[in-house]
């Protein structure tokens, strides 16, 4: 939220974080304002491990009362400690951007990803216990899930033939085996978007419409970032734009002098996310390069919050934490 043009926290929020490792790790003290954005030093979770040796990297609150602890990515042996009140926050940021995706009503919605993703736990209760209404039931509509290995890409070819899912969810690791695999069957799939994703990495453009070409299916992208619980749906009109719901989510982008982090027009996204208390996420740092703006849209949003995230630059972004991209 804000108060007077400037970001505030909620008292919640920034009290759980204050409570945390999170707070003494940013110098947050008895006296500092914890509310103010500004006064969150921007950390990322790679630096959080090097400081921090318990399992949750400086994040849990001492005094959350956790429902579930969830590993935060496939690679990565850290945890989040969220509580019932959490996940149903998760459903609805997730549901929010399968909305802006067009996903409807009575759809279907398949997932080729892994069990740890952000778009795979908050998608249906099926998934996660104490996850009371996910993104599917919000949206009011049905899930089927593939894992992630790329080599289950001919059983996910199964599931576009027999089910026929009006949308895909896959992870970029999982792409090019999927591509092949459609073109060993290329009259048995149709009807279905594919939106790919990968954690805090980027796809050019150009090699979305390559996947859509070979494939013969429209083929759009998610931003995507695991260690922030993060996802923004893509602008429908403008590419590589993105559009984060500001109930869930603050974006900045930042640059650093050591270790101040300062708002400038365009630098490395850091992500607060609103949405969770136990495990506060606040500037989470990552090396995604953009310049953000809001303000209505050529797409037509125009609620007077609309944030224009624009990653920068026209390569793609590496891969962090040993993820397996394939080129």
């Known amino acids: 939220m804000t108060k ?38 921007p950390h990322d979770e790679l630096t959080l491990v090097s400081e921090s040796t318990d399992p949750f990297g400086g994040r849990l609150d001492p005094e959350a009362k956790v429902d579930v ?13 969220l509580a019932r009140s959490d996940l149903a926050n998760l459903g609805r940021a997730l549901a929010s951007c399968w909305r802006r995706l067009g996903v409807e009503r009575g759809a279907t919605v398949a997932i080729y990803d892994y069990a740890t993703s952000p778009l795979t736990l ?6 996660l216990p104490h996850l009371q209404a ?3 039931e919000l949206v009011g509509c049905a899930t089927i ?31 090019d085996r999927l591509v092949a695999a459609i073109q060993d069957n ?8 594919i939106v790919v994703s990968s954690d805090e990495a980027v796809l050019t453009q150009e090699r979305l419409d390559a996947f859509a070409s070979a494939t013969g299916l429209p083929t759009t992208q998610v931003l995507r970032v695991d260690g922030a619980l993060f996802v923004a749906a893509p602008c429908p009109s403008t590419a590589g734009v993105f559009h984060p719901d500001p109930e869930h989510y603050v974006v900045e982008a930042l640059v650093t002098n050591g270790s101040i982090g300062s708002p400038t027009a365009s630098g490395r996204l850091a992500i607060t996310n609103l949405s ?21 849209c050529t797409c037509g949003s125009d609620d007077g919050r609309t944030v224009h995230l624009a990653v920068a630059g026209t390569r793609d972004q590496p891969p962090r934490r040993g993820s397996q991209d394939t080129k």
């Open 69 to 81: 602890m969830v590993q935060i990515a496939h690679d990565l042996l850290r945890y989040w400690g």
């Open 186 to 193: 290329p009259a048995q799939v149709s009807g279905c978007t």
């Open 145 to 175: 899930c593939n894992d992630g290995l790329p080599e289950l890409a001919h059983r996910c070819v199964n599931i576009l033939r027999y089910v026929k899912p009006q949308f895909l969810f896959v992870t970029v690791e999982a792409v």
């Open 122 to 127: 908050y998608a249906s209760t099926g998934h």
């Open 134 to 136: 996910g993104a599917a």
């Open 4 to 41: 007077g043009g400037e970001v505030v926290l909620s008292a919640e929020l920034a009290a759980a974080a204050a409570r945390s490792a999170l707070g003494t790790i940013c110098g947050i003290g008895p006296t500092d304002d914890a509310t103010r954005l500004d006064h969150w030093v």
């Open 276 to 296: 969770v208390l136990s495990s506060p996420i606040i500037r989470y740092f990552t090396q995604i390069p953009v310049s953000i703006d809001y303000g209505p």
